[in-house]
């Protein structure tokens, strides 16, 4: 009678498991964007006028510039920026964090350095330095020739795809933790079928942004980039499919209903590359996935601080992780925000200008590394800094 009771108490127990609570691990694992882009469709659909004024393609020489609204920029201080520290904060916490990931906190950024010193090295400023250097600076990526400028293209083709990789697999291992989390372990048949679904929206996230940048115009793209596009609602059909069959089949082998939460991620992800492949046109549209993926990515680190502080003092309260949330968005301002402005404000020399866009780029890339580095599953020690607060499970 005692056992039977047990087994019926467990399901109940289980529903309460959570990273912070079930409803809030919905919003923010994929829930709120989604809801967010339905709402977004709904007025795109009511106020044609409105989208109008953020066609990038439309000829509209008034067409809006999205850096001078307010709640994009607070957005993206707020949330977008500091999830790139947050890593920082992970991964430099102690010398012990650096022995173990020292590709992470070593090698990589060392490689990184050294090609934006050899670039800048590299660099000869265009025939007419009259110009402001924002437009020198434009003119030696147009010109499409030179060390500098194949180097910084490079850079710029890996840090557009790498994050795509970067959002998609994070949001895998999502999808992993929150089944595991509910005792749902997926076979590697299962893992290849619902894995298929991020790496489909990887390609897609690819050709989408190499499509919107000058690389179009290379001859070599221009021949099977646009052709590329035509297929992404095949390819994303298709793995659609084979990621709820993956789901079904871990319900059919476990008997047990796959956690809404599990789902979400995988959901959230396609629902993204929908929003940007139909509204690709309007500027802006990416920031709604940039600001979904941060959200995502803060939920975890945020635990995590969280747990560690309560196992250092249980009587903490939340002050401390609103100060280090707050330093966490002030250094993301003094990183991507405080020296671009003020070398084009002050009309710096171009190789300052230079080395700041390439600069921000390679901590972009870092940060995609590192994000691949710590968060395995098979990272005990990460995965018993993330469940804490649950106790020994």
């Known amino acids: 009678m005692n056992n039977n009771g047990k087994k019926n108490a467990a399901p109940s127990i289980n529903a309460r498991v959570a990273i912070w609570h079930p409803v809030v691990d919905f919003l923010l694992v994929g829930g709120a964007s989604i809801i967010g882009g339905i ?23 008034r067409t809006r510039d999205i850096s001078q609204f307010w709640f994009f920029w607070i957005l993206a201080l707020v949330i977008n ?38 670039t800048l090295i590299a660099l000869i400023a265009p025939a007419d330095t ?6 020198q600076f ?35 291992r999502m999808t992993e933790t929150f089944a595991g989390m509910r005792g ?29 940048t000058p690389l179009l115009e290379v001859t070599l793209f221009k021949t099977w980039l646009p052709m590329l596009t035509l297929w992404l609602p095949v390819v994303g059909g298709i793995a659609f499919v084979l990621g ?21 991620p995988w959901v959230a992800s396609f629902f993204w590359y929908y929003l940007v492949t139909q509204y690709h046109s309007i500027v802006g549209i990416a920031v709604v996935v940039h600001v979904a993926h941060a959200l995502q990515y803060l939920s975890f680190t945020n635990r995590i601080e969280r747990n560690l502080q309560l196992a250092k003092n249980p009587k903490t309260n939340v002050v401390k992780s609103v100060l280090l949330m707050l ?7 003094l990183v991507f925000i405080v020296p671009s402005f003020i070398a084009e404000k002050n009309n ?46």
């Open 130 to 135: 009259t110009q402001s250097v924002r437009m």
């Open 39 to 61: 709402a977004l469709i709904v007025w795109f659909t009511n106020y044609q006028e409105w989208v109008l004024t953020f066609d990038r393609f439309g000829g509209n020489e």
């Open 138 to 172: 434009e003119v030696i990526l147009n010109s499409n020739s030179g060390i500098s400028a194949g180097i910084f293209t490079s850079l710029s083709v890996i840090n557009v795809v790498y994050l795509g990789w970067h959002y998609n697999m994070q949001g895998w």
């Open 348 to 393: 710096w020399s171009l190789h300052v200008l230079f080395g700041v866009q390439l600069f921000i780029i390679a901590v972009n890339i870092h940060h995609y590394f590192i994000d691949s580095d710590i968060w395995k599953a098979n990272d005990l020690e990460m995965r018993r800094s993330l469940f804490l607060h649950l106790g020994e499970r």
């Open 244 to 264: 709820g069959l993956g789901f079904y089949g871990a319900y059919q082998r476990t008997g047990k209903w796959i956690p809404i939460n599990a789902i979400t």
């Open 327 to 333: 330093a966490l968005i002030m250094c993301g301002y």
């Open 184 to 212: 749902i372990e997926f076979s590697s048949h299962e893992q290849r079928m619902i894995k298929s679904g991020f790496l489909a929206m990887v390609f897609t996230h690819a050709v989408l942004w190499l499509a919107w």
């Open 81 to 118: 920026y500091p999830h790139v520290m947050a890593s920082y904060r992970l991964l430099y916490r102690s010398k012990a964090q650096i022995s173990k990931f020292r590709w992470s906190a070593i090698y990589v950024p060392s490689i990184l350095l050294v090609l934006c010193i050899a």
